[in-house]
């Protein structure tokens, strides 16, 4: 299955961001990734959501591919990977908005959690239906990052 990933962050990585080498710091880009995350799981949650149910991450993976920095534009689209009974697997791709050259790659794992009883659950129906249909299983086209 090949589906158009979903734009889950739109920002710019601010000088403020940057460090002393001048170019964004690891801990925006995780940020970043965690804003964008809250979006891919909301979709995949639904706005019907039940506020005693969350997401407990259980491992997350992130490769530096091009350097960010101040002022660059950044968009982040997310795609479902694979499916668990309780987990989301899932990729964001952080890629310059106006030249499309990937700066990063994250990969998470994500399991469904009852805030109550603090322990995994099921995949609801319909969150497994909405996270179905973002789906791919086929490798991302990145463009070339050489810059």
């Not at 690891?26 to 997401?55: K, T």
């Not at 603090?118 to 996270?131: G, Q």
Request: glycine share 8%.
């Amino acid at each position: 299955m090949s589906i158009q990933a979903l734009t889950t962050y739109v920002g710019v990585a601010h000088p403020w961001m940057c460090d002393t080498m001048g170019h964004m710091n690891v801990r925006h880009y995780a940020a970043m990734f965690d804003d964008a995350s809250f979006q891919l799981l909301g979709h995949i949650g639904g706005a019907e959501a039940d506020p005693g149910r969350g997401w407990a991450d259980v491992r997350s993976e992130m490769e530096y591919k091009h350097e960010t920095k101040a002022g660059a534009l950044i968009t982040i689209r997310s795609r479902v990977i694979k499916l668990g009974r309780s987990s989301v697997s899932f990729e964001q791709i952080m890629c310059g908005t106006l030249d499309g050259v990937v700066h990063a790659i994250n990969r998470t794992t994500t399991v469904r959690f009852d805030l109550h009883a603090r322990a995994a659950i099921a995949l609801e129906p319909d969150a497994r239906e909405r996270a179905e249909a973002l789906l791919s299983t086929e490798p991302a086209r990145l463009r070339d990052q050489s810059a």
